[in-house]
């Protein structure tokens, strides 16, 4: 019943185990800063977006620290003893070992791969055929994670633990395929200085393009909302216009419906906005009363100050968002 249940299930297995995470950039690599979080984070992250689950952290130098840093992020983490001593492959097999069964396929990653999209990772795990390992690939670029299905699997937990992980998975005999992916990200690394500075300006641009972002419209009401962003943009286009008919050809509006809207204001409020001159062949002329210039101009700073205070709750509650 309980391999039924994972047979469709994908899991990941992300290393972050060996000494020369620390040494290559003069920093701790799995808890470097990137675009507003850490290179694990970052990782573990999308992989989440993308439905990979579970997800399994194989430790090392500074285990103690590292699974503290992302103690709530729902990971599995398995220690590895021999960490200062052991190759990738015999830190992949620990993460195998564990992720095998529950899962009857996995993503696999070095920790310094943190860049793929979650769509790259959802694609990798629908990906189509039977080949036992796929690879995905950018601009004739191999990148991360790799998908292993279960004779990839198999492959990998019988390979020598002197072999490098990537030559021992082709020269494995397993059946190897590639992903073609628009993701450059799928294709960085972080394994000097010069690589995190540049992973660090692409995570940078993803953040800014991609960036969770509020929407925030004030309205007034009584019963029901009368005053908002658009009458107040329309009365001050009356005023820029110097008449109604403008301002409504302006903003592609009907003269009718300029005219329920200046009404509507009104009688809500029970003064004048707009002092208007009728005749002439443009319809005649209207400007903002003082009383209106001042309603308005309230109601745009309660506009500024709306959205000041609500980014600095934004900024609070989804500052691990963006």
């Given amino acids: ?54 997800i399994v952290v194989v430790t090392g130098y500074q285990s103690d ?58 694609r990798l795990a629908e990906a189509a055929g039977n080949a036992d390992i796929v690879i995905p690939q950018w601009n004739g670029q191999n990148g991360f994670p790799i998908l292993m299905r279960a004779e990839g699997i198999k492959r990998s937990l019988q390979a020598s633990d002197e072999e490098d992980w990537l030559e021992a998975l082709r020269g494995s005999g397993a059946e190897i395929s590639w992903l073609l992916v628009e993701d450059k990200g799928a294709a960085l690394r972080i394994r000097n200085r010069e690589e995190y500075d540049a992973a660090v300006k692409y995570a940078k641009e993803l953040r800014d393009a991609n960036a969770l972002k509020f929407n925030l419209k004030v309205f007034l009401a009584k019963e029901e909302d009368f005053f908002g962003p658009g009458v107040a943009r329309f009365l001050l286009m009356v005023e820029e216009k110097g008449s109604m008919l403008a301002a409504c050809q302006e903003m592609n509006m009907s003269y009718s419906k300029g005219w329920k809207m200046v009404k509507a204001v009104e009688d809500e409020l029970g003064f004048p906005f707009l002092i208007r001159q009728t005749g002439g062949s443009s319809g005649g002329s209207s ?22 205070t609500a980014e600095a709750f934004f900024s609070l509650y989804f500052s691990d968002f963006q």
């Fill in 65 to 122: 620290v590292l699974e503290k840093h992302i103690s709530h992020h729902g990971t599995i983490c398995v220690y590895n003893r021999h960490y200062a001593d052991n190759s990738r492959i015999a830190s992949l097999k620990l993460g195998l070992a564990r992720a095998k069964e529950e899962c009857a396929q996995v993503l696999c990653l070095p920790v310094d791969a943190a860049l793929f999209s979650a769509d790259t990772a959802k």
């Fill in 287 to 308: 400007r903002l009363t003082e009383e209106g210039k001042e309603f308005i101009r309230r109601y745009q700073a309660l506009q500024r100050d709306a959205y000041r």
């Fill in 1 to 54: 019943m309980e391999r039924e249940k994972n047979a469709g299930k994908t899991g990941a297995i992300i290393l972050a185990d060996p000494p020369s995470e620390r040494v290559e950039i003069d920093i701790f690599k799995p808890m470097a800063h990137l675009a507003g979080t850490t290179v694990i984070k970052k990782a573990i992250t999308t992989l989440r977006q993308a439905g990979i689950s579970p």
